[in-house]
């Protein structure tokens, strides 16, 4: 009896074998995970630097009341890189934004540049909706974009004047979704 069932544990661990060696094939497992900042790693442009403040709720704000403001964000801050390889994809890199202005819409320009700090790619500009106090998303995804893995993203944004306290737009958070391969 016991060498029966032994005979029949070492079948079926041979069939799991089988079945384990079987799914091995050349797909890979996928998991996604995001890289989010909040909108405190950008800096102020040149010229820019009086017109901004940072705050621990929503990040940076365009405090001026007189002109817009240029802010510099990195989306990620770590090259999707394991030694000489690169195991990730960018699938969605992201600007979230509070437009409180009523006339001008914030906007955001996406570079890639190399690890070496050589601009490579400049994607479309992407623009707030209109004045709201919701938190919109300009994004930029790999269904409509080109993303290579050995590059550095960053993003400059022009936030409109905030005539009053209460009218001050922000950069809240940037984050990028990659996709790794197990």
Known sequence: MLKAASSRIGCLLGMLMVVATAGQSNAAILTTYSHIHGGQVCQPGQGSESKIVYTQSEGVRNINTTSTA????????????????????????RVRVLDRNTTTNISCTLKSYTTSGILMT??????????????????????????SNNHTFRVSCTLPLGTTSTSQSTIVQVEADIATFQ
Do not use: H, M
């Open 70 to 93: 240029t802010l510099y964000c990195p989306i990620d801050s770590v090259v999707v890189k394991s030694g000489t390889d690169f195991p990730g994809a960018y699938k969605a890199l």
């Open 122 to 147: 400049t994607f479309p500009t992407r623009s707030s909706t209109g004045s709201s106090s919701s938190i919109q998303t300009l994004e930029w995804n790999s269904s409509n974009n080109t993303f």
